[in-house]
């Protein structure tokens, strides 16, 4: 296993080859029509290391910063080799450097984590961007249950956990628990009353509190989420009886940053009613694996059926049991549910789904809002710090003036003047808006925040593409974010003196955030006496019934899965694309930076990203490039003898994750099985030809690296 600092030998060329057909139906046979000629096309500008573009050719502002020369820089930003760089890639996060100047590991591995979670779909455009920053969702982003879960999860993730947070704030002020600030802040509002000030008095502390973010401490002393009663303003025992994590809402014990939020968060959806019941189960037909058809001899993009697959068709739809719930009760009641006396299900069904695409875009809106506001508020490097803080002071700053300037009688009568014009001036307001959108058609979008005020703030999926962009940039791809099988530890995380503000003493606080002993004694008896119980025979019959079911199933995976090595040989390619997706534990070996281990067209092999060349390529070979210890001197040829296809990264024009099985079929796998299953990425390039490589172990990261190496400008699907 190589140690963080290894350099890897990925410094040459791939050139062009043809992989024969072999005899034997362990070996790949590819034609040359499946082979892609390295184009030697110049005429798009290359933001790679060896890019010679100048400043101005950068396409968006996150390329411009991402090779921009940095004053406080970490590992990932220091560019002294011609070959990558190993960082820490499938090492012990401890021992891996700080990698973004000004910025702590463990927020970046957060970053890069709900990244993964928000990607699934990249398409390249040409479209001029208004706001500076790539990676905007699309409009025609279509609808999942999946991609709807995404939203919500990140929604709660910033905009309901902000929310939680404010009211607890307002809690302890309003509780006189800490009575030096309450007092402070009720003297000031009733001054401020008296003197007919306090609109102005609120803008400015506003724009104090945007200007100069050491007030904000100050005026707002921080506190464990957790820890903080929203009723009382005082100290609470956490829900999960122990302070593990100062960020999330229930203090659950993390095994990394941010991950008890996320936790939440995925929870929180799975309560949510019938639409959120397809969104917990994660029903993501654009993440399918695509039938057999999907892939023509020539590489082109045509449509199968999607009911090709026997192992996704025999499982039955979980997204029904709500709708057929509905119909056994209303049977049992003497209705008539079935669709040839109901005229109205289908349609409202139909009209129930065509709107939840609206709502998904809303919810994304919202989130990316929030994210740009917080972003602005406390910028992170490579983005300016003061810039968008000074902006939003900038448009709040002539509010007060004229709040000092008008009085209640003039505030009211303008308001009710704007309500009479909004009410009786639709003929004007219909020609103004007709003026505009022949004058100025995009008037609308250049309104929108992100191209206004908030012009040049990142989301925090803009925010991580330009992170990896800094790494692709001086030839150190950031490493993926640490995992274990380990359970989060059962203590409480240490409180430093900063993190608590409550005035509360010592013993009250200890006593908040471990585990009362008595009460740790109660559940430990709890568990004991559920244990006894399920020694009883009846639960143990249950047990036995449910160990059957749970066996037959799994029996039924491993034969039809065994099927498909059958029929991949007589040439399924919908076969071919299901082997490998349950790897044994002894394949499933650390892969990265370089090299990613991965079939293409049901054969074993490993994924090559070369980036030392004048022209990045990716490209898939029966060898790795590196070896499997990297310092073998014949690796390379072995490499270049086994290549079966290759791909300039500046022609790439689509990524899109898609699923080692249909969403059905996951769930009985991973049910019956236990297993991770191995999920595929498709690539497509601007004449349309599409690659469909499976069972990559680490998918995301090779997505990660594809869309972040080269100068296109992604737009979010």
Sequence with gaps: ????????????????????????????????????????????????????????????????????????????????????????????????????????????????????????????????????????????????????????????????????????????????????????????????????????????????????????????PPAPLALVDSSTGGVQSPKAGVLGSHDSATGAPEKHKGEAVEQEASNFVSGIGSIALSSATGKHNQGDPEPEALTSNEGKHEQGDPDSDP???????????????????????????????????????????????????????????????????????????DRPRLTLAAVILPGVAVSILTSSAMFMKMSTLGVGLGFFGDPLIWRGLDWLNKNYPNWQKLLELRNSILKGVPTNAQLTITLLRIGEANRAPLPPPPSSDEPPPDQPKALHGDDVALDASHDEIQAAIHKDPGEKEASEAAAATAVGADEKPKHRHGAHILGFFKGTTKTGVETKLGVDKVRAKIGSTDAKNHLGVLPKEDEMVPTGPVDFKGRYKGHKGWINISTAARIPCVSWSRAASDGTGGAVENTIDKHEKHVAF???????????????????????????????VADGLEIVDK?????????????????????AIDGQKWESY
């Excluded at 905007?136 to 279509?142: L, P, Q, S, T, W």
């Excluded at 809002?369 to 910028?379: C, D, K, Q, T, V």
Aim: proline share 7%.
């Design 646 to 676: 290759k791909l300039p990264i500046q022609d790439i024009q689509e990524l899109k994750k898609v699923g080692g099985l249909g969403w059905k079929a996951k769930i009985v796998v991973g049910w019956a099985t236990g297993k991770t």
């Design 687 to 707: 004449a349309g030809n599409t690659w469909k490589l499976t069972a990559i172990q680490d998918r995301d990261q090779l997505f990660n690296r594809l869309i």
């Design 1 to 220: 296993m190589p140690m963080p600092g290894y350099v890897f030998r990925d410094g040459q060329a791939i050139p062009d080859s043809d992989l024969k057909e072999q005899q034997d139906g362990g070996n790949l046979a590819a034609s040359s029509t499946d082979m892609t000629r390295v184009s030697t096309s110049t005429s798009s500008a290359m933001n790679t290391p060896t890019s010679s573009a100048a400043d101005g050719d950068h396409p968006t502002d996150s390329h411009a910063l991402a090779n921009a020369d940095h004053d406080h820089k970490g590992a990932a930003q220091v560019n002294e080799h011609e070959t990558i760089k190993n960082l820490g890639w499938n090492q012990n996060p401890k021992n891996v450097p700080e990698l973004v100047g000004g910025l702590d590991n463990d927020e970046l591995w957060t970053l890069i984590r709900r990244f993964n979670k928000q990607m699934y779909h990249v398409k390249a455009t040409t479209a001029p961007l208004l706001g500076g920053l790539d990676l905007n969702i699309a409009d025609e982003d279509e609808f999942s249950p999946d991609k709807l879960r995404a939203n919500v999860e990140r929604l709660y993730m910033t905009v309901i956990i902000g929310l939680m947070g404010f009211g607890k704030h307002i809690a302890r002020l309003r509780s006189w628990r800490e009575p030096r600030r309450t007092g402070a802040s009720a003297a000031v509002y009733a001054v401020a009353w008296i003197l007919n000030l306090l609109v102005p008095t609120f803008l400015t502390t506003l724009i104090v509190l945007i200007v100069y973010p050491p007030s904000r401490p100050i005026l707002f």
């Design 311 to 385: 192992l996704n068709k025999s499982v039955p739809d979980p997204t029904r049991m709500a709708m057929a719930g509905a119909d056994a009760k209303s049977s049992a009641q003497g209705g008539t549910p079935n669709e040839h006396h109901d005229k109205t299900k289908q349609p409202m069904e139909d009209a129930m789904w065509g709107k939840m695409r609206p709502v998904m875009h809303v919810i994304g809106d919202i989130s990316d809002g929030w994210e740009r506001f917080a972003n602005a508020l406390s910028p992170t490097a490579p983005f300016p710090k």
